[in-house]
């Protein structure tokens, strides 16, 4: 028995040094963790970054993150839809089916349009966002949805086209936009997409660039207040202008959270890069999801539109308003949109593609649509016409000269809904006379870009370098100087082949304009005044 005994109390005394030394060990690397984690908080922040993102589901009833549920980053909401019994559960579907299911069950005429023309990429409560639109339908009523443009220049680019396009085709089906313009947001400037702060605007920019941008809407969308759909524009400086910060950190500031807000992808590409990010950019986020709160209790706005880069901001605002004032509010995200080669859709190797006619002429503009490449046709057709989605399809098949075909049709109906049909006469008259041998040249340059020499800088000679900058048919003094070397600049149809070469009064002959080309397809007029 006492030999039992013993080792008993032998093991017993093994087992608590094991415990102690286990415990010693565990508090040794916890007070390590500690102290590695303080002494390298920016480097695990930056380390952190590189790891793929979590993509998050959102509840079917809040539209707000849960704690339990990383499913997928597209329509990750399904609420269940009123589709056909099946067979299958929904439980036993994967994320990818549940989605599909949700987006073939879709019955309101908006929402359609977006699935079938290919404008959906995230949507929270999609089912139950769907059954909203499609009862407002129904009752002749409408649903007021807004998507936000900063005045952060004085035109919007072609890469904003999405977006408006999205906006007029919510009106098309019954309901009302509301154009957001940032004048309030501008004044703290987007950190999405950006290594670095946008350069601070005073007053007077922005409102020059909001007097700018505005006119653009008009092209596309029809404003008033005889109907329910018709659209409104807005001004969030008039209510951020104004708040009080205490006020407004004690009443809405408790609602954020920074773990949240470090988890957005602006964020975390900037710390990632280890890119300074201002206290000012910070707070942008909390800013876009207040607008939401009050265009909610001011228009009733019930859905913010936007692209997907977008999301998050977007979320915090559906969960703001859930929390502050109990509405239930949705988001819908388009994807960005990318050329077949990857590039940002909206600049070109000449620049930006802007929407006002002073900043970027009509031919230009429909230039940018008809050098679309073979690839882009027929998703660029269904995203940026009103082309029927049978005639497009008629089309997908084309190749060689019938593509070219093809893309004149684009190039017509997208340049119809911004500057009108009227213009497309004078344009396909400077392609015939400047590419097919038509008729004079002089006679066929309405559509062309253009700019004047007086008589007296003829008299002294302009050089041919800055003549193209200041037509953009270079983007410097450098590439026009390459567009020469190479062969590429022409006066008239004589190549030019001196640098420093200048056009002067003999240059005209007994014309008082003359056409300067840069390649095959893009040209200017220089006019003597």
Not at 61 to 86: H, I, Y
Not at 164 to 193: A, E, F, N
Not at 270 to 285: I, K, Q, V
């Amino acid at each position: 028995t006492t030999t039992t005994n013993n080792i008993m109390n032998l093991k017993m005394a093994a087992c608590f040094v094991a415990t102690a030394s286990l415990t010693s060990s565990c508090l040794a690397f916890s007070h390590r963790s500690m102290m590695t984690s303080s002494g390298s908080l920016r480097r695990a922040i930056a380390s952190s970054m590189t790891s793929p993102p979590r993509p998050i589901a959102y509840n079917q009833r809040s539209a707000v993150p849960t704690k339990t549920q990383f499913s997928s980053t597209r329509l990750a909401s399904t609420a269940e839809a009123d589709v056909a019994p099946s067979s299958t559960s929904d439980e036993d579907l994967t994320d990818e089916e549940k989605e599909a299911k949700a987006r073939a069950a879709l019955k309101s005429p908006f929402l359609k349009t977006m699935r079938d023309r290919g404008f959906l990429f995230q949507c929270t409560n999609l089912a139950e966002l769907d059954s909203i639109l499609n009862d407002a339908t129904s009752k002749d009523e409408a649903t007021s949805a807004y998507l936000g443009f900063d005045a952060t220049a004085d035109s919007l680019h072609v890469g904003s086209l999405l977006q408006i396009m999205i906006l007029r085709h919510l009106q098309q089906s019954g309901h009302r936009p509301i154009v957001l313009i940032g004048g309030g947001t501008s004044k703290v400037g987007d950190p999405t997409g950006k290594d670095e702060s946008r350069v601070m605007l005073n007053d007077d920019i922005i409102q020059k660039n909001t007097d700018g941008i505005s006119k653009v809407f008009e092209k596309f969308l029809t404003f008033g207040d005889t109907t329910p759909s018709d659209a409104i524009m807005v001004n969030n400086d008039d209510w951020l202008s104004s708040i009080s910060y205490l006020e407004f950190l004690r009443d809405y500031g408790q609602h954020f959270t920074i773990n949240r807000m470090l988890s957005f992808e602006s964020v975390k590409q900037r710390l990632a890069r280890e890119a300074p990010f201002s206290f000012l950019e910070f707070n942008y986020m909390i800013l876009q999801a207040y607008d939401f709160l009050e265009l909610n209790r001011r228009y009733d706005a019930k859905l913010q539109l936007g692209g997907s880069d977008q999301w998050g901001n977007m979320i915090s605002g559906c969960e703001l308003g859930r929390r502050v004032d109990g509405a239930q509010l949705y988001a819908l995200t388009a994807p960005l949109i990318t050329t077949s080669d990857g590039k940002k859709m909206g600049k070109t190797a000449g620049g930006a593609v802007w929407l006002n006619a002073d900043k970027l002429s009509e031919y230009d503009y429909w230039q940018f649509w008809r050098n679309t490449s073979d690839e882009d046709v027929i998703r660029f057709m269904k995203l940026f016409t009103e082309l029927p989605l049978e005639e497009i399809e008629t089309m997908e098949g084309w190749k060689g000269a019938d593509i070219n075909k093809a893309k004149i049709v684009l190039a017509d109906e997208a340049t119809t809904l911004l500057h009108g049909r009227d213009c497309l006469k004078a344009i396909h008259d400077t392609i015939d006379s400047m590419f097919k041998g038509g008729k004079s040249a002089a006679a066929s340059t309405e559509g062309l870009n253009r700019i004047f020499v007086s008589d007296e800088e003829a008299s002294g000679g302009v050089k041919f370098i800055d003549l193209f900058v200041k037509l953009e048919l270079a983007n410097s003094k450098k590439e026009a100087r390459r567009l020469i070397q190479g062969g590429g600049a022409k006066l008239g149809e004589e190549k030019i082949t001196d640098e420093n070469a200048v056009l002067n009064k003999d240059s005209f002959g007994d014309a008082n304009e003359v056409t300067l080309r840069a390649g095959k397809k893009r040209a200017g007029v220089v006019e003597l005044q």
